[in-house]
């Protein structure tokens, strides 16, 4: 079975759009670092490399210093798909990440957003 795209896709360009997202909704860059910081175990110089190393998924999650314990209390729907049913555990991560920002676009607390 052929690696789904977004495997191979730059998270330099999705991040832009993950920020985006967030601040039309009234969050800030920093919250989106702070749920992709808690997320993957990068600080703000690991952040800023994977960014100016232009790597993609793949290579963005594989190099993650430490995913959170509680990554797996992440529930619920992302483009129609249940975050927790999903089979590929890269995918699985992407999906996640992107219900982190779902989350804070929606005006979810920040404590409730990091499982804490």
Not at 25 to 46: A, C, F, H, P, Q
Not at 74 to 82: A, E, F, L, S
Not at 98 to 104: A, N, T
Request: hydrophobic share 40%.
């Amino acid at each position: 079975m052929p690696a789904h795209k977004i495997f191979k896709m730059a998270f330099a360009k999705v991040y832009p759009l993950y920020v985006q997202k967030a601040e039309r909704k009234g969050r800030s860059n920093e919250e989106v670092d702070e749920v992709i910081y808690w997320l993957t175990g990068y600080d703000e110089k690991g952040l800023r490399q994977q960014l100016e190393q232009q790597n993609d998924f793949e290579t963005f999650f594989a190099q993650a210093p430490a995913m959170h314990p509680n990554a797996s209390l992440i529930k619920g729907v992302v483009c129609g798909i249940r975050v927790e049913e999903v089979a590929d555990p890269l995918m699985q991560k992407i999906r996640y990440l992107d219900k982190l920002v779902d989350e804070l676009a929606k005006g979810k607390a920040m404590e409730k957003i990091l499982r804490a």
